[in-house]
């Protein structure tokens, strides 16, 4: 299994300013999948992008975009334009041969006005 | 699509007694399902993987006979908490996959409060 690591417990950015949600994995497998998730107070997991350790490209999605860093076994997730809805914890997970999902510690984000 | 749901959304129970926790895979076949369990201010923590007809694969010290899971048929999967106590009072969530890690779409979870 995976072991994801977010350092950051908290972060602040201004709204409609870019901010960056670090994420560092460790795994043993050739084949695996990043993802990124909002969870918002309400508790539901919103998923919000994927990256697949075969990808070239780095993946995009609207807003956000995974910056992948294979040989640093980084898969940091970039919000740019931040908006006041985006405040949120976000946690990053990983999966792999086992078929199981491995969760970060999360970063709570908030978006001031 | 990939709707999944979860019932009840949260629920209070007695110490001692047993609770059940259902989740269902609304609009497609779901050949695993997992069950996680969130602490507050805490990460998900995968407590079980189910396979349709098959035994759950418990997480090294989640207690296969505490944590029931049932997984009777491609939409369904139970969870039941059995002679809960205080410090089972978690958020669960579930996930359902129609094939594979990479595709898991969650529901929006069950809040469990044991007096």
């Known amino acids: 299994a995976q072991k994801i690591t977010q350092t950051q417990p908290g972060m602040f950015v201004q709204e409609k300013e870019a901010v960056t949600l670090d994420c560092t994995y460790d795994?043993?497998?050739?084949?695996?999948?990043l993802f990124w998730y909002k969870q918002p107070s309400s508790g539901e997991m919103i998923f919000l992008i994927y990256q697949g350790s075969y990808d070239e490209q780095n993946a995009t999605e609207g807003r956000y975009s995974l910056n992948f860093q294979k040989a640093r076994k980084s898969a940091n997730l970039v919000i740019s334009a931040s908006q006041l809805g985006d405040s949120a914890m976000y946690f990053c997970a990983g999966g792999g041969n086992n078929n199981d999902m491995r969760f970060g510690a999360g970063t709570r984000l908030t978006v001031k006005p | 699509g990939a709707v999944v749901s979860q019932h009840p959304s949260w629920v209070i129970c007695k110490s001692g007694t047993s609770v059940k926790i259902e989740c269902r895979s609304l609009?497609?076949?779901?050949?695993?399902m997992f069950w996680y369990r969130q602490f507050p201010k805490q990460s998900l923590m995968l407590m079980a993987t189910?396979?349709?007809?098959?035994?759950?694969?418990?997480e090294q010290g989640v207690e296969k006979d505490k944590f029931l899971i049932n997984h009777a048929s491609l939409t369904l999967s139970t969870l039941t908490v059995t002679s809960a106590h205080p410090e089972d009072s978690s958020f669960y969530i579930c996930?359902?996959?129609?094939?594979?890690?990479?595709?898991?779409?969650f529901g929006p979870g069950t809040r469990l409060t044991v007096t």
């Open positions: 795994t043993s497998d050739q084949s695996y999948g």
């Open positions: 996930s359902a996959s129609p094939g594979g890690v990479y595709e898991q779409y």
């Open positions: 189910s396979n349709e007809g098959s035994k759950a694969t418990y």
């Open positions: 609009d497609f076949q779901a050949t695993t």
